[in-house]
């Protein structure tokens, strides 16, 4: 691993110009492509503190041996020589967007004699029209439904050649899903002519081809060939089927891309929707791993220069407006640079309101379960959580297996409604019947380093009952009872068992302890958690850490291990060390933790949300021990107004439903000059601060 000082470049010598970077490593291989405004002071920032680098950049500066730069007249320029790089290079730290599944397309292989409807995958193909991309279903399903009414050859070259050579066609020829110009029933230029049809139908002429339909038909009806009429509407029928199974979701006449994406500290989901004519005509995703320390403006400038740099078919259907979920970096250079592949000009927008943006949420929809899909099937592969469970406890140093993991996060807004949660992993896979939601009040509540004192402490303390009471359980079956006389045991004269004892005739010893456990009255209390984690997980850095060893130290408890995850720079800090243990980026281990601590951020936030809101909605009644919420709606009910409920006498609360002579008695208490709602403002009405409704008057 090179040292950075050894071949950081001079201030002086670094000009103050834009241009293009690369970062190169001991064997002249390009690793990094970056591009900058001010060369100076973009390159300083790597070697001014090569410490103080996110691991990701510093590990990049460690591989690199050298940098060189060419400074270039204009951003648009460092724009078009950054990307050419990193297309020529493909440099291991850069951005890669790459496809989260393989999607098909309709290809028409125009290049050829005789055209060939098919579905394709991979790279593209000189001299065919792609239509797509579609899911697997439904491109089968568009695929045999277009046959029908544009009977094109779909039969691959070993079958056309068999069919050439004996005369007689396949079996689409003869089902009339194929106009069979290998044995000649149409010309080759009648069959073109049909492919061109079949492509036009499929760029968006759809409506040209049903309406020459429905004149044929009429036509046809005309002169009572009813038999012909009776084809063109099944065709037509089938046209629609295919125009109308893409909903229209803009104006007509919109021609636009729509990208949204889901992002994590790992990695980002991408998906994008081709809307052509209105209509959404292909959808396709990919998925990045983030090596750079990327914004969202920047990670999306990346997204368009590889989307419509590489792909010759898209850079071919390069619409006129691409919409975007921020503006990206070099928004103006980026819209000149798509122009000239376009041939004309690309607006890059950010939708805001209306139908646009209503589209762009449903792409992001589909951006986030896409994330969520890829991240469930990666912790789901046998092999890699057992990867990343061995990672774990090498790179901790611990001497047992991680069979159980406890992720525990607090949550809370400016001090207020303070909650923490504890997720439980096991074998490398969620738990969530041993999931755990803990309410903090009191001093705990004060900073999230008491707080995760305070919720180790508890869960640690039931732990510690459980595992008493378990031993007790444990020496009582143990314990060997006096041993009886055989008459008093209930053996017969000659020594054999009662009938009622058992078919093998238990020893006298294990039926007594039996008899002695059934006797007992007071039951084994049920654990509130089950067997303790060999690893404990907290979200936060080396304060929470330490807090939670303290926790465990004061219980005694010295066989649970403890490490914390700081979320700013991933690090992983283990009790009473100066310095964290730094995971490898492509690290199974580490993205096991970072699956964990997300699961219980998530899981603390919800509780959090669920508390406050219902501390937001506040009444004058909640405070009167034993009045539920239906009894205080029938309060209400009867009497009309709080108002009212306090002046009422207690034999006149009675009349309310479901309200007795104890409840009202503490109603009258509570309301009381010495009660505790005795002093409240009479004239303050109980309101839902969230959405400012007034419940009660």
């Known amino acids: 691993m090179a040292d950075p000082s050894s071949y950081r470049p001079q201030t002086g010598e670094i000009p103050t110009n834009p241009g293009v970077y690369r970062f190169r490593d001991p064997h002249g291989r390009v690793i990094y492509v970056g591009k900058a405004k001010n060369l100076r002071s973009r390159l300083n920032s790597y070697f001014a503190n090569p410490a103080g680098l996110l691991p990701k950049t510093h590990a990049m500066v460690h591989a690199a041996s050298s940098v060189e730069w060419t400074v270039v007249g204009s951003e648009l320029e460092s724009l078009q020589l950054e990307f050419t790089w990193i297309k020529e290079f493909k440099p291991r730290f850069n951005v890669v967007f790459r496809d989260d599944k393989t999607y098909p397309y309709l290809a028409v292989t125009m290049g050829e004699k005789l055209p060939r409807v098919q579905v394709m995958r991979g790279e593209r193909r000189k001299g065919t029209r792609y239509f797509g991309p579609y899911t697997a279903g439904a491109i089968r399903e568009t695929m045999d439904t277009l046959l029908r009414v544009f009977p094109v050859r779909s039969c691959s070259a070993g079958v056309l050649k068999r069919a050439q050579a004996s005369g007689r066609p396949c079996l689409l020829g003869y089902i009339d899903k194929c106009s069979a110009p290998c044995v000649g029933r149409v010309t080759p230029e009648e069959h073109r002519a ?33 038999e012909r009429a009776a084809r063109l509407r099944d065709d037509i029928t089938a046209l629609r089927k295919v125009f109308e199974r893409n909903a229209v979701v803009l104006a007509e006449d919109t021609d636009a891309d729509v990208f949204a994406l889901h992002e994590d500290e790992l990695e980002a989901a991408v998906q994008v929707f081709h809307v052509r004519g209105g209509r959404v005509r292909g959808q396709r995703g990919w998925v990045v791993e983030k090596v750079e320390d990327f914004t969202t403006p920047d990670l999306v400038e990346h997204l368009l220069q590889q989307v419509y740099g590489e792909d010759a078919e898209i850079q071919g259907r390069l619409p006129r407006e691409v919409l975007v979920p921020v503006e990206p970096s070099n928004a103006q250079d980026l819209a000149v640079w798509l122009g000239g592949i376009r041939g004309a000009k690309v607006d890059i927008r950010v939708p805001q309101r209306g139908d646009k943006a209503a589209l762009m949420s449903t792409v992001r929809e589909n951006a986030e379960h896409a994330l969520r899909l890829h991240k469930t099937r990666r912790a789901g592969d046998l092999t890699v959580r057992s990867q990343a469970l061995q990672e774990l406890q090498e790179a901790l140093e611990l001497p047992v297996p991680l069979l159980r993991i406890e992720c525990y996060d607090v949550s809370h807004v400016q001090g207020t409604n303070v909650v923490a949660s504890m997720v439980v992993v096991e074998d490398g896979l969620p738990k969530k019947s041993d999931y755990r939601k803990f309410s903090i009040t009191g001093a705990a509540a004060t900073d999230d380093t008491a707080a995760m004192h305070d919720v180790l402490t508890r869960r640690f303390r039931h732990y510690l009952v459980d595992k008493t009471a378990q031993v007790e359980a444990a020496e009582l079956v143990a314990t060997p009872a006096a041993p009886a006389p055989a008459a008093a045991a209930g053996f017969g004269a000659n020594g054999a068992a009662p009938a009622g004892s058992g078919a093998n005739g238990a020893a006298p010893g294990a039926a007594t302890a039996d008899a002695a456990l059934s006797d007992t009255t007071t039951p084994a209390p049920r654990a509130k958690f089950a067997y303790p984690p060999n690893l404990v997980v907290v979200d936060g850095g080396k304060p929470q850490v330490n807090a939670a060893a303290r926790a465990l130290e004061a219980l005694g408890v010295d066989d649970v291990y403890v490490v914390g995850l700081a979320k700013r720079l991933e690090e992983v800090w283990l009790p009473d060390s100066d310095f964290p243990v730094i995971l490898p980026r492509s690290s199974q281990g580490l993205y096991m933790l970072q699956r964990i601590r997300d699961e219980a951020h998530r899981f603390a936030i919800s509780f959090h949300r669920q508390k406050r809101g219902k501390a937001m909605t506040v009444s004058a009644l909640d405070g009167v021990p034993g009045l539920g919420d239906s009894k205080r709606k029938a309060l209400l ?12 006498s207690a034999e006149e609360l009675t009349e309310a439903k479901g309200v007795g002579p104890a409840l009202a008695a503490a109603i009258v208490t509570h309301f009381s000059p010495g009660g505790a709602g005795g002093d409240s403002d009479e004239s303050v009405p109980a309101i839902n601060m969230t959405t400012g409704e007034v419940l009660e008057t």
Do not use: Q
């Open 194 to 226: 049909l492919a061109e049809d079949f492509c036009a139908f499929m760029g968006g002429e759809a409506k040209r081809f049903i309406a020459r339909l429905e004149k044929e038909m009429g036509a046809a009806v005309a002169i009572l060939d009813y």
């Open 637 to 648: 009910a009867h009497f009309g107004s709080v108002k009212k409920i306090k002046a009422a």
